[in-house]
């Protein structure tokens, strides 16, 4: 059962433009939802997090936005840059002091094109 | 920042061999640290967790006598895999908590394990 659902599994986007992805979950158990950028051969970095207590989260181009009814949460990238191209992840956890291991989504592969 | 060294970053290994891998915490005490694994193009899947001085607890599937995890100390987890075959062949990744009210997982680098 997967308990992280994540959308979509490839996305190519214009220099310039904006990228979301999107992930759903079904544990109410969660309570932090991190995004992470992977880069080929690379362990994932941290990107932004939030917590269900607020619904959205903004730092430089990255935000995210959060809706604790629907279950599910979205990362937005602002004036995307070939730079950003990248393989993204959602994950949460039960645990946002860092107990419980984070369940990942299954990535999506960002192309941002110049 | 939060800093996690993984070594090695790559291993090629005989089948039926053990390979170790290592994981530090340089900079904070890790009072959590979990094991991963990515296969190519796939997700990371937890493998383990580990807790400084305790017996790890491994995720439905994952063989405990195959993967051996050692989290001797507050900076330092090893995984071990014992009689590597093929299908072994993976990225393992881990990370570091400090738990507390400082949310976050610091991840390493990752080790690329090929088995011939």
């Not at chain 1, 949460?92 to 419980?100: E, F, I, L, N, Y």
């Not at chain 2, 330092?76 to 570091?96: G, R, W």
Request: hydrophobic content about 35%.
């Amino acid at each position: 059962q997967q308990q992280v659902k994540q959308s979509p599994q490839s996305l190519i986007v214009q220099k310039g433009g904006i990228s979301i992805i999107n992930c759903a979950y079904e544990n109410t158990a969660f309570d932090y939802f991190p995004w992470y950028q992977q880069f080929p051969g690379k362990g994932p970095a941290l990107l932004i997090a939030i917590r269900p207590d607020v619904s959205e989260k903004k730092e430089g181009r990255f935000t995210i936005s959060f809706n604790k009814s629907a279950k599910q949460f979205s990362l937005h990238i602002m004036d995307s840059q070939p730079g950003d191209s990248a393989t993204y992840f959602c994950a949460a956890s039960r645990s946002g002091g860092g107990a419980d291991g984070l369940t990942f989504g299954k990535g999506t592969h960002l192309i941002i094109q110049p | 920042g939060a800093v996690v060294s993984q070594h090695p970053s790559w291993v090629i290994c005989k089948s039926g061999t053990s390979v170790k891998i290592e994981c530090r915490s340089l900079d904070f005490q890790a009072t959590t640290m979990f094991w991963y694994r990515q296969f190519p193009k796939q997700s990371l899947m937890l493998m383990a967790t580990s807790n400084e001085g305790s017996k790890a607890t491994y995720e439905q599937g994952v063989e405990k006598d195959k993967f051996l995890i050692n989290h001797a100390s507050l900076t330092l987890s090893t995984l071990t895999v014992t009689s590597a075959h093929p299908e072994d062949s993976s990225f393992y990744i881990c990370s570091a908590s400090s738990g507390g009210t400082n949310y976050g997982y610091t991840f390493g680098s990752g080790t690329r394990l090929t088995v011939v």
